[in-house]
């Protein structure tokens, strides 16, 4: 590789090195061209980087379940796709930008350990004894085994005899000719959620353990332990199988019923028992479940427990809670006879007791099920259901000493574990009691009432409401009435007004947000918003989504609400009632609720929620900044925009500085009153162009002709008539800032450049005070056209210049492009579409470079920003139309715009 | 310019044929080998503009392939292709001289594209030399 980067850097040195020399043009040509490649190259790399960004950006913003293999897959893509980047700078510059491989490197050292979870438990011995294992041995021999052994040996209750096959068993046999990478492969590859897609996957990976061999190692350990265990017991040994998984104590990870267990299972296969236990591991509802949960798929590691196979007489499960209302005093007990699993399987009616938790544990309720089966062990191997005689069928499967013995054992369990438990038990033929197992028991939620969004009846609401209007009505007076609810509920707080995106660094948790406009740069604060009211702005606005995936109420169109509403008073926005109320309403805002994203709390979301800060944010703003270097790069983001930046411009200097007369700056012949210069890259002529001026026709850059036509389609009336104000602020600036003195500039500021080949196109341009880029690249290959827009600076002050910027934001998102706002810089991205789509906002770009040039002037009296707000749109509206096809569907694989993924 | 030669290495047979095909409608000359030791004998009989190469397969990896590749005089352009990916081998793969990296399930439009540029790049370095 280093060969060819050299050849390379060769290659260009060659060209640059010798300006005039005796280089004949055709070589000059390939050089041109091989540039050209190489800066294309890098364009793709950086706009494949961008899109990567954008996608793990929504995914953590929405409210859609991810898995640990895409931000594996993501994180890859993106460094694979920033270091090649890095090396196409370096190449097109010479080797100048080695700094970048160190700033790069950190990065990686920094991200790279965050994506490998330390995989528990690999150490540890292959198989234990249940009597070895105590609470602390979850990490390898799973959470269940763990308490049953922590149990019998704190609180003497009885357990069957068994062993543990641990994590480290399951490590070596997922590792044994690389079964777990197969697996990872194959979810990888799966593509789509279709459930009938799920299933296929599902059954495919459980064919791939079952046909698994498993190491020799582990087989001669379970082999011992069965030794051991066969000595332990009279008669001949059977097993009960069980699923036994590590990090089953994750948030809300019950994993009730959804791994397997094996019963009455004969020595000689209990090798194929285990590798069927792990398979139920990839059972559908198992996957699903841990999908949603954000459970990383190594976060399930499967110990397998084998226990004694106890012949039950009755057996069944104890709540020791009941799971509707845990404040009841009662413990509920299910019993059958025979196996307890005719309780979990809910095939026949139970016997179904209530018990007092207070000792001696009186049986205060008691109902005797119409039992008609059991289920019982075969003398061979497996369980049957027998059907129950006439007389056994109605007789208690328990009595109520036998209850109250339970019940105690309950209190117990329960007191020990802290918590309420789900507890399986069996009665064997002696009359003792054998715990099988438990495990804490899932409850409603205290306040689970109107917790179901979409469920709340609106009648509820209504009363709220009323009550409001009603009683409290006097109290709470109604501040202000907006139009538009853009995303539903209700939500109170001290108002902030913000009138810049700026003002967003001001905006403190809990606030309530007042703008003026729906602009997107305000998401950025929405999460922590407890509401959002705008003077104007639309239901399909960037804003208006974010606020509802974030769930934060958001009322729109109010009328005044910038100047009536101030800093620090408590308001309530009612975004359902389409009102504002003064203070805090606490009959509206019962019921509310912020639901958190569905995988908040889980490994894979707080893995994404590390690694994001040092891939997404951008600080790099300001390209004429000194802290603009590699050394002040702290996200891949930056590293990406510094490389795009430096890029350019290595491009530009090449053309330039290059005496080819066919290739160097040429002067557009035009008939406006300014000076457009344009740099070939490669095949922007359709002929060669020997003289110094070029003309329009002789132009076959696709973008560059959309562009132009949009400059030049409404001719220009002069600078706007100026206020005083507008005047007096221009001057002002002027006098500050010399940079904004005509004739103090350099003189290729001064110039509108055009950088181009037949696909590509690169304009920058200063008009006046306002520094402008536009890029694109627009081809047949529709998934790499993009056009960016930037947008920066303006000679009046802060205020007009962002009532300037914003209106300009306006429009662009009206047409579909992702804008993003800092300070006075606006970032617009546009891109996946067909070329006559692209064409199109490149003449509405080019169209809004062209006019909104001086606005800032006039930009002091709402009047005047309504009236160029009017114009603009109707001079869009006239002159450009809707584009020729609009796709009904959009980008096809992007989802939602980024609110930061620009370049 | 005339069909560009390519060739697909991966064990997954289903997935390379059907691979193949949608190629093969889009203009491309394609080939097929199943591990990295068919690839390399095929390599060293015909001429290929660009391979497609699986990272994970068994026996030879692609990474191992890739290396052997590019020891070769005038060496094809390699894109590399995995369902299971990882920074530190896609890092590794790019820094041996792969072209690029992509992941399964692939976009069939975007590595024909890839697959076009890499081709017209190895075009232009000829002319260079």
């Known amino acids: 590789m280093l060969r060819i980067l050299r050849n390379i850097i060769d290659a260009f040195k060659g ?38 960004i954008s996608e793990m950006e929504s995914v953590q913003a929405g409210n859609k379940p991810f898995g640990m293999s895409f931000i594996r897959s993501r994180c890859a893509l993106l460094f694979v796709n920033v270091y090649q980047i890095i090396q196409h700078l370096d190449t097109l510059s010479g080797g100048r930008h080695q700094a970048l491989y160190d700033t790069f490197g950190r990065l990686q050292e920094t991200i790279s350990p965050l994506l490998e979870s330390a995989v528990p438990g690999e150490d540890a011995e292959l198989v234990l004894d249940l009597t070895a294992i105590d609470r602390r041995h979850a990490e390898v ?29 399951y490590h070596r046999f997922m590792q044994h000719r690389r079964l777990q990478e197969e697996i990872h492969q194959r979810i990888q590859s799966h593509d789509g959620e279709a459930l009938d897609r799920l299933y296929e996957l599902s059954s495919v990976l459980q064919q791939l353990v079952m046909a698994a061999e498993v190491p020799p190692e582990v087989v001669a350990a379970i082999e011992a332990a069965v030794d051991k265990l ?61 999908f949603h949960r954000g459970l990383r ?107 109250a013995a339970l019940a105690r054992m309950a ?51 209504e009363v709220a409401h009323d009550a409001a209007a009603g009683e409290e009505g006097a109290v709470h007076a109604v501040l202000l009435h907006g139009q538009v609810t853009a995303a539903r509920g209700v939500g109170a707080g001290p108002v902030r007004v913000l009138k810049r995106e700026a003002d967003t660094m001001r905006f403190a948790d809990g606030e309530v947000m007042v703008v003026q406009q729906s602009l997107p740069g305000y998401a950025v604060v929405l999460h922590r918003a407890a509401a959002v009211v705008a003077e104007h702005g639309s239901v399909s606005s960037h804003l208006a989504n974010v606020a509802r995936e974030y769930q934060v109420p958001a009322l729109f169109g109010v009328e005044g609400a910038m100047s009536r509403l101030a800093d620090g008073q408590t308001v309530t926005v009612d975004a359902d009632g389409l009102k504002i109320h003064d203070g805090k309403v606490d009959a509206l805002l019962r019921g509310r609720l912020r639901a958190p994203h569905v995988m908040a709390g889980t490994p894979v979301f707080d893995t994404l929620a590390q690694i994001m800060p040092h891939i997404a944010p951008l600080t790099l703003l300001d390209p004429d900044a000194p802290t603009f270097a590699p050394a002040h790069c702290t996200s891949l983001h930056d590293i990406i925009r510094y490389c795009h930046e430096k890029a350019v411009q290595e491009m530009f200097a090449f053309g330039r500085d290059n005496a080819f007369p066919m290739r160097s700056s040429k002067q557009l012949v035009v008939d406006v009153p300014m000076q457009w210069w344009i740099l070939n890259l490669d095949d922007g002529f359709s002929d060669e162009v020997t003289g110094p001026k070029v003309r329009l026709e002789n132009i076959a850059s696709i973008p560059m002709q959309a562009l132009w036509q949009g400059i030049t389609k409404v001719p220009w009336q002069g600078p706007p008539p100026i206020d005083g104000k507008g005047f007096m602020s221009v001057m002002f600036q002027a006098t500050r800032n010399t940079a904004l003195v005509p004739g103090v500039r350099s003189s290729y500021a001064q110039r509108n450049y055009f950088m181009i080949a037949k696909n590509y196109c690169s304009l920058m341009s200063r008009f006046g005070f306002h520094f402008s880029t536009v890029e694109s690249y627009v081809s047949e290959r529709v998934p790499e056209n993009y056009i960016i827009f930037r947008f920066k600076g303006g000679a009046a002050d802060d205020f007009r210049k962002m009532r300037r910027i914003q209106l300009i934001a306006e429009i662009l998102e009206e047409q579909g492009f992702a804008v993003s706002l800092t300070e006075d810089a606006l970032r617009a991205r546009f891109e996946d579409f067909p070329m006559e789509v692209m064409c199109h906002r490149l003449q509405i770009v080019g169209y809004l470079t062209m006019h909104t040039r001086q606005l800032d002037m006039v930009m002091s009296r709402n009047a005047m920003v309504e009236h160029y707000r009017q114009r603009i749109k109707s001079d869009i509206e006239e002159r450009f139309g809707r584009p020729p096809e609009q796709p009904a569907a959009g980008p096809q694989q992007r989802s939602s715009p980024s609110i930061q993924g620009q370049a | 310019m005339g069909k560009f030669n390519i060739l697909l290495v991966d064990d997954e047979a289903e997935f390379v044929e059907s691979l193949a095909e949608r190629l093969r409608l889009r203009g491309f000359d394609i080939a097929v080998a199943s591990d990295g030791a068919g690839a390399l004998a095929l390599l060293r009989e015909h001429r290929f503009q660009g391979v497609v190469l699986d990272v994970m397969m068994p026996g030879m990896d692609g990474l191992a392939v890739l290396r052997e590749i590019k020891k070769g005089d005038d060496p094809p352009e390699v894109i590399l292709l995995t369902g299971h990916a990882r920074t530190e081998a896609a890092l590794e793969g790019i820094q041996q001289g792969a072209f690029d990296y992509l992941i399964k399930p692939v ?5 024909s594209f890839r697959l076009q540029d890499a081709c017209e790049k190895r075009a232009l370095m000829l002319q260079q030399q």
């Open chain 1, 230 to 290: 066969r000595k332990q017991v009279d008669g001949p040994l059977a097993l009960a199988v069980r699923s036994s998984g590590v990090n089953e104590d994750l948030p809300g990870a019950s994993f009730a019923g959804q791994y397997r267990s094996l019963l009455n299972v004969r020595p000689g296969h209990l090798i194929d028992a285990f590798k069927e236990v792990v398979a139920g591991k990839f059972g559908a509802t198992a996957m699903t479940y841990r």
């Open chain 1, 15 to 52: 060209v640059s090195g010798l300006p005039e020399a005796a280089q004949d043009d055709e070589e000059l040509r390939r050089a041109f061209k091989l540039r050209y490649m190489q800066f294309r190259r890098l364009l793709n790399a950086n706009d494949k980087a961008l899109k990567t």
């Open chain 2, 107 to 111: 976009d069939i439009d975007e590595l």
């Open chain 1, 297 to 403: 798929d190594e976060d399930i590691v499967m110990c397998v427990g084998c226990l004694q196979m106890v012949d039950a007489v009755c057996g069944g499960v104890v709540y020791t809670r009941n799971p509707l209302d845990i404040r009841e005093d009662t413990i509920i007990i299910n019993a059958v006879w025979g196996l307890p699993k005719m309780v979990v399987d809910g095939r026949s009616a139970v016997d179904h007791f209530e018990v007092a938790r207070q000792a001696p544990h009186r049986v205060r309720e008691r109902r005797i099920g119409a039992k008609t089966v059991a289920y019982r062990c075969l003398a061979e191997e497996g369980i049957c259901r027998n059907e129950l005689l006439e007389d056994q069928s109605h007789a208690p499967s328990i009595d109520d000493d036998q209850a």
């Open chain 1, 141 to 169: 021999a799973g959470v269940k085994m763990a308490s049953l052994g922590d149990i019998a040996r704190q609180l003497d209750i009885a357990v069957p005899a068994g062993f543990v096959i641990t994590s480290a068993a």
């Open chain 1, 411 to 461: 209190v117990d369990i329960e007191n020990y574990c802290g918590g309420p438990q789900d507890i399986e038990w069996a009665i064997d033929s002696d009359g003792h009691i054998v715990l099988l197992q438990c495990r804490p028991l899932s409850v409603a939620p205290a306040e689970a009432q109107a917790s179901d969004a979409d469920a709340a009846p609106v009648s509820e609401a």
